[in-house]
């Protein structure tokens, strides 16, 4: 792959073959900074202008599924919610499933959707993925909001493991940015991608302790289940939010490292293949 580096003169742009490792070349992301807030601020205002309900639904969607799995978990199925009231477990789930979830759809997505621009116009392609984290953070924002509300509700006091949130929220993000960059490289010469990941993720769901907990897992199996690297992220994500079981630290330095690696992993991926987008698309 080639960049672009201004010379002296402005108007003179020399093309150079770039180094092995430029996968994150974050000076040349700051460059097209502007690029970035302009498509984060029209991915966000696309998303809610034609709804009747706006960002409600940022809401609503975590609510609504809070509810039926404190529903069928927690009143048919009569598991355990790790000693805190069941629908503020689910929602506490559903708030960093929900993030995972839009983050890897909407990254994975971003060069297919905007092939237009990819075809046409040339910058840092991986500005296109980074832009849509903008939207997933304000919906993770207004969320927390309402989980904090249903914690003064329920009468769950903060402990001091709460200032931790934003680090399972970025561990979070890296995983699922990770897991969407292969996504997007490889969804442009295969556009079946795009229909895979919705199966692939509702079948996450279930294999994931987002409506219950990681103790209600036979002690026989917790071993393979811990392998999904959401079983650490979720427990702790819960932990510090309403005070339940904390995750076990081999679960959490798994969790973190297979976070960093697939991030790291979808960069390089991402940028192998930047060179082909324009052409394939």
């Known amino acids: 792959m080639t960049t672009i580096r201004p010379e002296a003169n402005d108007s003179v742009l020399i093309l150079r073959p770039a180094q092995k490792w430029r996968a994150l070349n974050l000076r040349e992301i700051w460059r097209f ?5 302009a498509l984060a601020s029209r991915d966000v205002k696309l998303r809610y202008r034609q709804t009747a309900l706006g960002v409600a639904w940022v809401v609503l969607q975590p609510l609504i599924a809070a509810a039926i799995f404190a529903f069928v978990f927690g009143h048919v199925a009569k598991l355990k919610s790790a000693g805190a009231p069941y629908f503020a477990f689910a929602f506490a789930g559903m708030l960093a499933w929900t993030a995972f979830n839009n983050t890897l759809t909407k990254v994975s997505g971003s060069l297919v959707q905007n092939s237009h621009l990819v075809s046409k116009i040339f910058f840092p392609r991986l500005v296109l993925p980074i832009s849509m984290l903008l ?4 919906d993770f924002a207004v969320s927390l909001v309402v989980m904090v509300i249903l914690m003064v509700i329920y009468g769950i006091a903060p402990h001091l493991q709460i200032l931790l949130t934003p680090v399972w929220f970025l561990l979070i993000l890296l995983l699922s940015l990770g897991v969407g960059l ?20 509702q079948f996450l769901l279930y294999a994931s302790p987002v409506a219950y907990a990681l103790a209600s897992v036979p002690a026989r199996w917790q071993s393979l289940y811990g392998l999904n690297p959401l079983v650490g992220l979720l427990e702790g994500f819960r932990w510090s939010l309403l005070g339940t079981a904390a995750p076990a630290w081999r679960e959490v330095l798994y969790a973190a ?15 192998h293949m930047e060179r082909r987008f324009a052409d394939v698309i």
């Open 182 to 201: 292969i996504a997007s490289a490889l969804m442009v010469p295969y556009r079946d991608v795009q229909y895979i990941i919705p199966v692939a993720t």
């Open 135 to 138: 939207s997933s953070v304000i």
């Open 257 to 271: 490292a297979f976070s960093l690696v697939m991030f790291v992993l979808g960069a390089y991926y991402f940028k």
């Open 33 to 37: 900074r502007d690029l970035v807030m």
